[in-house]
């Protein structure tokens, strides 16, 4: 009987350097998915090009290659960690038109919108009565998905104008020269 010995291949070094952060919402390509041998032959990533990963840190990355001349080379194998931020949603908050002291905040000034479902608290809330002056206004959206967005904070600032009170002062009724005026005559009032 015949022994057959077969040596155990060579498998190639695969230089990967590890890839730079990419934010939640950019799919896997060539700049990090590019390992490279000195020999030639085909590589297989997993996850693949295209894919979305989720926000996180340390994520695998793994490659497998194989070599075109099997005969020579075996197969190799290599992972990498990445890093996934989380991606910042973009709140959209014009600044309110101009109200005047004694009007309560509404949906009118508190009108906040995000690129992503989620849920808004505004400081001050809605019901509040803010003082004549320019005042500061902040929101805080919690993404849904607090996973893969994060939380944004954002200010606005409303011009609150002093209110003009209304005087009301009936006419008085006539009076003989030399009369003191009085409570009578002296009775304005204003709200």
Known sequence: MDV???PDLPAPAITWPAPADIVYGAALGAAQ??????????????PPAG???SAGAAQTL???FTPSD??????????????????TPVVTWPTPADIVYGTALSGTQLNATASVPGTFVYTPAAGAVPNAGAQTLSVTFTPTDAVNYAVVTQTVT?????????????????????????????????S
């Open 4 to 6: 057959v010995f077969t």
């Open 33 to 46: 998915l590019n390992a490279s041998t000195s020999v030639p032959g085909t590589f297989v990533y997993t």
């Open 51 to 53: 894919t979305v990963l």
């Open 62 to 64: 793994s490659v497998t």
């Open 70 to 87: 099997i005969a020579s080379y075996a197969t190799s194998t290599k992972t990498v960690a990445i890093n996934v931020l989380r991606a």
């Open 158 to 190: 409303l011009n609150v104008v002093k209110a003009t009170p209304v005087v009301t002062w009936a006419t008085p009724a006539d009076i003989i020269h030399g009369t003191a005026l009085g409570a009578t005559q002296l009775n304005a009032s204003s």
